[in-house]
Nanobody
């Protein structure tokens, strides 16, 4: 069983930056976790933001390319999301997801991750 805990959410003005982190615990297997960030705003469908597969390859949703950067510390089983040039449309609850050994590439947006965190709220004011 994998537990995910997100942190780093908050309130910023448009154009500002935030860095989210997600710590995975409870995993004792030998393979690398693949992890991803999703977000969901009220009334909207869940949206894939960024992902790192078990080989370290990164993928991004179209709406965040060039502004967000995802990285994974395998030693710490921690996923980070650096969010720059934030806009009001980026405001949402951000969720961390994980699976044991996966390589979904750009299909991460529809991949069925088994493990999910509780989310961290990001608010962006104009």
């Amino acid at each position: 069983q994998v537990q995910l805990v997100e942190s780093g959410g908050g309130s910023v003005q448009a154009g500002g930056s935030l860095r989210l982190s997600c710590v995975a615990s409870g995993y004792t297997g030998g393979g690398e976790l693949c992890m991803a960030w999703f977000r969901q705003a009220p009334g909207n469908e869940r949206e894939g933001v960024a992902a790192v597969d078990s080989g370290g390859r990164t993928s991004y949703g179209d709406s965040v390319k060039g502004r967000f950067s995802v990285s994974k510390d395998d030693a710490q089983n921690t996923l980070h999301l650096q969010m720059n040039s934030l806009q009001p449309e980026d405001a949402a609850m951000y969720y961390c997801a994980a699976e044991v050994e996966c390589w979904p590439a750009d299909d991460f947006v529809t991949y069925n991750y088994n493990y999910w965190g509780q989310g961290t709220q990001v608010t962006v004011s104009s």
